[in-house]
């Protein structure tokens, strides 16, 4: 297995927005973890890259890189393409001295053709559709063959052709790199097109796990209300 969270809890403001959550995702698997705004999504991700300390549990990862593809793709805009993407690998201790010049640019370059994107290194963000700096993201996500890549909210602010483009990558992603892969979303398509299993949270809680054609047969009150997103049943949205 590459994921393992145990009993996991996360306290703010004496509010229990991770409530004992328990779940695993194995190696070329892609787990989605869906719910409505502020049902702790994004807080998972943070505590198993480490931006956040859990207050108990446990996060059991296989040994190597976890790596993070952030919402709005996080691309520094002083840096081109290819320095963005080679940005750990020079920067990193335990990393900075393993590649040359020749050999970053190889790794750049085999990584943007993976994503689609070849010949672009000189460019800079600005110069780059919403759709292609997210791929630009992925790339620099996987520069450092990580075990593990966290996705927070892949396809938000794209139009529907960008998000299937982007949801296309992150399957291509999981069974070039046989990572295990976590996606946080709420958006169907990316659910049905990308994920193995999905869990729901609510208040902190998971009250659904399973596949996504479970999710889409509505079986529980839970998944009826999400699928059809409706203002009627146990899940109540914050204002």
């Known amino acids: 297995m590459s994921i393992e969270v145990k009993n996991l809890v996360k306290i703010f403001d004496e509010k229990r927005v991770i409530d004992d959550i328990s779940f695993t995702v194995h190696d070329s698997?892609?787990?989605?973890?869906?719910?409505?705004?502020?049902?702790?999504?994004?807080?998972?991700?943070?505590?198993?890259?480490?931006?956040?300390?859990?207050?108990?549990?446990?996060?059991?990862?296989?040994e190597g890189d976890t790596a993070m593809v952030f919402q709005y793709s996080a691309l520094f805009d002083s840096l081109n393409v290819a320095d963005n993407i080679s940005f750990a690998l020079r920067e990193r201790k335990d990393l900075r001295k393993k590649f040359k010049e020749n050999d970053l640019k190889e790794i750049v370059a085999q990584k943007l053709e993976l994503v689609g994107l070849k010949g672009i290194e000189n460019k800079f963000p600005a110069e780059l559709s919403g759709g292609m700096q997210k791929r630009v993201?992925?790339?620099?996500?996987?520069?450092?063959?990580?075990?593990?890549?966290?996705?927070?909210?892949?396809?938000?602010?794209?139009?529907?052709?960008?998000?299937?483009?982007?949801e296309d990558y992150i399957v291509r992603l999981k069974e070039e790199t046989k990572a295990a892969s976590i996606v946080v979303t709420h958006q169907m398509s990316t659910i049905t097109r990308t994920a193995?299993?999905?869990?729901?949270?609510?208040?902190?809680?998971?009250?659904?796990?399973?596949?996504?054609?479970?999710l889409l047969r509505q079986e529980t009150p839970y998944t009826k209300q999400f699928v059809t997103a409706s203002l009627e049943g146990p899940m109540k949205m914050i204002a």
């Open 29 to 62: 698997e892609t787990l989605a973890i869906v719910g409505f705004s502020g049902s702790g999504k994004s807080t998972i991700l943070k505590l198993i890259c480490g931006l956040l300390q859990p207050d108990s549990g446990e996060i059991i990862t296989s």
């Open 137 to 166: 993201s992925f790339a620099r996500a996987i520069v450092t063959e990580p075990n593990s890549i966290l996705y927070d909210e892949p396809t938000s602010g794209l139009d529907p052709i960008s998000s299937t483009l982007i």
């Open 196 to 214: 193995d299993r999905v869990i729901m949270l609510y208040d902190g809680k998971i009250v659904f796990e399973g596949t996504p054609e479970e």
